[in-house]
């Protein structure tokens, strides 16, 4: 192969890879939050205790940042969830 062909390649595979990181997810893997109530419900007990202990605490913004990394939401959804988790507890 031409050096030309595999320089051009190697650009298009990093450009691919930046675009999905900074989109935040995988290109197969569609990510529906529209319902937070039943993100809420997949919750193990324990992580939901966590959470709303960190709530109870005022601790939003590390209940936010938990919520984040156990559902791989965006940041709404996740401020949306825990502020429903508020309400209902």
């Not at 419900?41 to 919520?67: P, Y």
Request: net charge positive.
């Amino acid at each position: 192969m031409d050096m030309t062909v595999v320089l051009i390649l190697v650009v298009l595979v990093i450009i691919f890879l930046l675009t999905i990181f900074f989109q935040g997810g995988s290109p197969t893997i569609s990510k529906d939050f529209t319902n937070s109530r039943d993100t809420i419900q997949q919750l193990s007990d324990g992580e939901k205790k966590e959470i709303t202990a960190l709530l109870r605490q005022g601790k939003k913004i590390e209940a936010i940042k938990i919520c984040r990394s156990l559902t791989g939401c965006g940041l709404k959804e996740a401020k949306d969830m825990m502020e429903r988790l508020e309400r209902e507890t």
